[in-house]
């Protein structure tokens, strides 16, 4: 099982990414997906979570800016950021609470991390 993110890059302040992950591998179920993010020097950070029926919860600081979204088909999950600013800078890690089938019991997973550059 793996989760494999994209769709990070440079974009200037007020401009907008769309990120996106899909978890592959011998799944059972997958119950809520995430985003976190971690900037230099800080401890890494929830930004957004979905659950299976679609429920999104999100860090204040992304509030009317970010919409985290689900396929549910797809095994993926996608964060679209608008608005984006300097303080969004920062590697961004997709995680799952899933259960691979040769498993009773469901764990967290993690993406390996996009790079997202906002510059001013």
């Known amino acids: 099982v793996q989760l494999q993110a994209s769709g990070g890059g440079l974009v200037q302040g007020g401009g907008s990414l769309r990120l996106s992950c899909v978890a592959s591998?011998?799944?059972?179920?997958?119950?809520?997906m995430g985003w976190y993010r971690q900037a230099p020097g800080k401890q890494r950070e929830l930004v957004a979570y979905i659950t299976r029926g679609g429920f999104g919860n999100y860090a204040d600081s992304v509030k009317a800016r970010f919409t985290i979204s689900r396929d549910n088909a797809k095994n993926a999950v996608y964060l679209q950021m608008n608005r984006l600013n300097v303080e969004d800078t920062a590697v961004y890690y997709c995680?799952?609470?899933?259960?691979?089938?040769?498993?009773?019991?469901?764990?967290?997973?993690w993406g390996q991390g996009t790079q997202v550059t906002v510059s001013s």
């Open positions: 591998g011998t799944i059972a179920d997958i119950n809520t």
């Open positions: 995680n799952a609470d899933l259960r691979p089938r040769y498993s009773d019991y469901p764990r967290a997973y």
